[in-house]
């Protein structure tokens, strides 16, 4: 019987994966990797066998990679150490004889110069380098990602960026995990690279019209240049490393970084990609 392994299951994207795997393979075949005992306990609670792993606990790996054939593994969320910890996993994973890894990078890897690409494409040539069969998946901006600040922005009545005209091509977080599971569930996928993202793009200002119709509420969008938006963030209260790749973020969205016309990320899940209205509409209740 085939064993499912996720990553960083715990996380906002790794729930979501999972629930979606129970409904393509067998519930006991699936294992949640994860670091406390919280975590394991609300799997348990779901029974989904779980794991205790650490990406920088390369023991740790080797041990609940053990018997694993397909692995899933989602990128750390320690920006700096995430290259590292990912060399960790794929030398577990070769030790322990894991037969596919798929692996979650970020969209237009090699070719946005987004300064959040650097260890993704570290990652990418390290699983080249493996030999480990697998696939990677480019994902774009969560819908989530613009549209929790939308609060502040209905208050001030502004939007900020520094995108200029970029476009955006996100989706919803339940999308890419839904894309992650099937390609972890499905065969077909070795050696694929998905670049993966809404089926429809966006610009900042027109976001901000979209969120003055659902909300009701006149939101323009105010773009500032990369140095200002971070100045404002860190105002904000982001600490200023953050800061700064959220802001390189936006102005390499406006280069084209963050939109794609693959539409691989529809095909993957079998229906067109939820839109930011509907994140919108959730997200404001």
Known sequence: MTTYLVTGA???????VVDHLRKLVPAETIIAMVRSDSAQEAFDATGVTTCKGDYDDLDSLRGAFDGVDRLLLISSSEVGKRAEQHRNVLEAAKDAG?????????L???TG???LAKEHNATEAALRE??????ILRNGWYSENIAGSAPQ????GQHFGAARKGRFATASRQDFAEAAAVVLAGDGHEGKTYELGGDTDFSLSDYAALLS????KPVTYVDLDEASYTAALVGAGLPEDFAAILADSDARAATGALTTQSRDLSRLIGRPTTPMRDTLKTMLG
């Open 10 to 16: 715990s996380g906002q994207l790794g729930q979501r």
């Open 98 to 106: 894991v037969g596919f890894v798929a692996y979650t990078s970020i």
């Open 108 to 110: 237009n890897a090699d």
């Open 113 to 115: 110069g987004m300064a």
């Open 130 to 135: 493996s030999g480990l069969p697998h696939a």
């Open 153 to 156: 922005a209905l208050e001030m």
């Open 213 to 216: 119709e659902v909300s009701g």
